[in-house]
């Protein structure tokens, strides 16, 4: 059994910042994959970064440059800073893990940019 618990969202005004965390406990593996991925109300849920356990990142092109994906190993935990915040980065945020041969998800956690 794999939890994944997200912290960090929350409401900024844009150009502001937010750091999300997502921490996992349970049978990870050493060798995984975890990532962040968005869904905004009316569109589909989409990838904005991932990491491997050996610190390969992957971003989707319009958060690159503004979002930094990092991984604390022996926490078992996942990273986003996000900084110069758009209104269109206003989503929620959804926190995976990938291990072999099964793929686990967070609750989510909100992420509003706005004025």
């Known amino acids: 059994q794999v939890r994944l618990v997200e912290s960090g969202g929350g409401l900024v005004q844009p150009g502001g910042s937010l750091r999300l965390s997502c921490a996992a406990s349970?049978?990870?593996?050493?060798?995984?994959?975890m990532g962040w991925y968005r869904q905004a109300p009316g569109k589909q849920r989409e990838l904005v970064a991932d990491?491997?356990?050996?610190?390969?990142?992957n971003y989707v092109g319009s958060v690159k440059g503004r979002f930094t994906i990092s991984r604390d190993n022996a926490k078992n935990t996942v990273y986003l800073q996000m900084n110069s915040l758009k209104p269109e980065d206003t989503a929620v945020y959804y926190c995976?893990?990938?291990?072999?041969?099964?793929?686990?998800w967070g609750q989510g956690t909100q992420v509003t940019v706005s004025s």
């Open positions: 995976n893990l990938i291990v072999p041969n099964f793929s686990y």
């Open positions: 349970g049978s990870t593996f050493s060798i995984n994959v």
């Open positions: 990491i491997t356990s050996g610190g390969s990142t």
